[in-house]
């Protein structure tokens, strides 16, 4: 279908990457070139924004439509009987959750790096709301004073006085940002999203950067461990791991695939 955005690298057992933010694989190339060397690397662009796409209306987004895609993505690239390893980092981790929820017939072990389910967790309320905070900062004050109230929730702290101030972004400016897309459109459904209670059909690690240890989203990927009886692993790096380390990230990422 015409709407299948991705890009295929490498040779090897099919790996599909589910990139964070909106979904646009910026940064990524380096882990993938890396990754492209044991493993068919099909990376995962839901918006098509890295296809010509960016700059178009986005409307708001579901964990659901992203795996949905990404389960046609694969029946597109995998060979007859085949079955793929998967990659999700942040709100792509989240898709990837779902993805191993609901369409586990051709997956062979998922790894969610530091997912943003933070509704999961027993003070899931008060996280969602912090969340909400970070969209409403957004959309009052743009972009930079949303990136400071983010740091701070993911940190779990209070937001400083000393804030970015800013304006509201135009739709123009909007369309053609990534992140501001994220920020209007991915944000909120997604740290919202809760995965289904049933154990893991197929094998499933949960991850976190050793960066993160004491954060937010390293304390939701424990949890998520815990209450599914899933393998949980730490990667170098925080939260952007793979773009910070993206060697180091791509070999632990190797070594934790083929371990179960």
């Known amino acids: 279908m015409s709407d299948l955005y991705h890009d295929v690298c490498g040779t090897g057992p099919v790996l599909l990457l589910f990139p964070g933010g909106a979904g646009h694989p910026m940064g990524l190339e380096p882990m ?6 044991r493993f068919t690397v099909v990376t995962y662009d839901p918006l098509g924004l890295a296809h010509g796409r960016l700059g178009l209306p986005v409307a708001d987004q579901r964990a659901e439509d992203w795996s949905d895609g990404a389960r046609r993505v694969l029946d597109a690239v995998l060979p007859e009987g085949e079955s793929a390893y998967v990659l999700g980092t942040s709100s792509g981790s989240v898709a990837a959750l779902d993805l191993q929820a609901r369409h586990p017939e051709r997956l062979r072990h998922v790894v969610a790096h530091e997912p943003p389910c933070v509704a999961v967790l027993p003070d899931g309320a008060r996280q969602r709301e912090r ?6 900062a957004y959309r009052v004050a743009g972009p930079q004073a949303a990136g400071a109230w983010m740091a701070a929730v993911l940190t779990e702290r ?16 909007e369309l053609a940002s990534p992140m501001a897309l994220f920020l209007a459109h991915v944000l909120r ?7 289904p209670a049933a154990p893991p059909a197929v094998p499933l690690t949960l991850a976190a950067g050793v960066g993160s240890r004491g954060q937010l989203l390293h304390r939701t990927a424990v949890f998520l461990a815990e209450r599914y009886g899933a393998g949980f692993a730490e990667f170098p790096g925080g939260h952007i791991g793979a773009v910070e380390e993206p060697e180091a990230f791509a070999d632990r990422l190797a070594d934790v695939l083929t371990s179960r």
């Open 189 to 195: 459904r997604f740290t919202s999203y809760v995965p």
């Open 131 to 136: 969340f909400r905070e970070v969209y409403d």
């Open 158 to 173: 209070a937001v400083q006085d000393d804030a970015p101030e800013g304006r509201p972004l135009t739709r123009e400016e």
């Open 32 to 37: 993938t070139r890396r990754l492209a060397r």
